[in-house]
């Protein structure tokens, strides 16, 4: 399974590369099974019902902080869905990013 998570986490990282907004950033995972994403200026909470509405979903980063911080992280999950989903999921994000930026 190790080669079924590695090309997945790839999949994503090579997305996020190609369709996330200028600004952004991620982890690169070694393990696990997430990415953790910084697009500053975002509010990922308030963004979720959108990202849901483009069929994606995320967990925002404020779920992992007591205080509430972490409103511009978001962490994406990779180890369910094939190659193929994950960057179709990352491509509806970023454009959805994008738009946010660009207004």
């Given at each position: 399974l190790v080669g079924v998570y590695r090309a997945r986490r790839d999949a994503c990282l090579e997305a996020l590369a190609n369709d996330f907004p200028e600004g952004a950033s991620w982890t690169q995972p070694a393990?696990?099974?997430?990415?953790?994403?910084?697009?500053p200026g975002m509010d990922t909470?308030?963004?979720?019902?959108?990202?849901?509405?483009?069929?994606?979903?995320?967990?925002?980063?404020?779920?992992?902080y007591p205080d509430d911080s972490g409103t511009d992280r978001l962490r994406l999950a990779f180890c369910y869905p094939p190659e193929d989903a994950i960057r179709e999921g990352v491509r509806r994000?970023?454009?959805?990013?994008?738009e946010r930026v660009a207004a």
């Open positions: 393990g696990g099974f997430y990415v953790w994403v910084t697009v909470r308030a963004l979720l019902p959108e990202a849901v509405e483009r069929r994606v979903a995320y967990v925002p980063g404020t779920a992992f994000l970023g454009a959805l990013l994008r």
